[in-house]
């Protein structure tokens, strides 16, 4: 496995301690930040400290601080503190059919017994219908909402 040394400038210094000083930013930023000034070794540097001490003193991992360190020696300093892009790729729970018919749901009767139609009651009925295997009350209130649909009214 590579190491990578951080060797800080003043100005980048300057900037990294402006970032923990001031309460505007991320906090994965000033957590980035202060991984940054830990692990300098240039000559504007206070005291390098171990992996493993910034790991206890910040709560992160290693593999945390080894990120950073590549980050910072093949990107530079913006790449460094931004967030990385996520990779991962989430499944749509719902297309346009359950859409439709989750609409049709809301705007028709509710069951008997009810006034009105809740999260929980549609999202049953989604599955009693047999229109999808299972789905949260939550994907069905996020998908009212995106419709500016209200079960209120």
């Given at each position: 496995?590579?190491?990578?040394?951080?060797?800080?400038?003043?100005?980048?210094?300057?900037?990294?301690?402006?970032?923990?000083?001031?309460?505007?930013?991320?906090?994965?930023?000033?957590?980035?930040?202060?991984?940054?000034?830990?692990?300098?070794?240039?000559?504007?540097?206070?005291?390098?400290?171990?992996?493993?001490?910034?790991?206890?003193?910040?709560?992160?991992?290693?593999?945390?601080?080894?990120?950073?360190?590549?980050?910072?020696?093949?990107?530079?300093?913006?790449?460094?503190?931004?967030?990385?892009?996520?990779?991962?790729?989430?499944?749509?729970?719902?297309?346009?059919?359950?859409?439709?018919?989750?609409?049709?749901?809301?705007?028709?009767?509710?069951?008997?017994?009810?006034?009105?139609?809740?999260?929980?009651?549609?999202?049953?009925?989604?599955?009693?219908?047999?229109?999808?295997e299972n789905i949260s009350y939550?994907?069905?209130?996020?998908?009212?909402?995106?419709?500016?649909?209200?079960?209120?009214?």
């Amino acid at each position: 496995m590579n190491t990578y040394k951080v060797t800080l400038t003043r100005e980048e210094r300057e900037t990294l301690i402006e970032i923990t000083r001031t309460g505007k930013h991320a906090a994965k930023k000033i957590i980035h930040a202060l991984i940054l000034l830990n692990v300098d070794s240039g000559p504007y540097a206070v005291e390098k400290q171990t992996n493993e001490e910034i790991c206890k003193v910040l709560k992160i991992g290693m593999r945390t601080i080894d990120r950073v360190k590549k980050r910072f020696v093949e990107e530079g300093l913006e790449a460094a503190l931004k967030m990385a892009p996520t990779s991962r790729i989430y499944e749509k729970r719902v297309d346009g059919d359950m859409e439709a018919h989750l609409i049709a749901l809301a705007y028709g009767e509710p069951p008997a017994g009810y006034a009105r139609w809740s999260l929980r009651l549609l999202a049953n009925k989604l599955v009693e219908l047999k229109i999808t295997e299972n789905i949260s009350y939550e994907t069905v209130r996020r998908t009212l909402k995106k419709k500016n649909l209200s079960l209120g009214k």
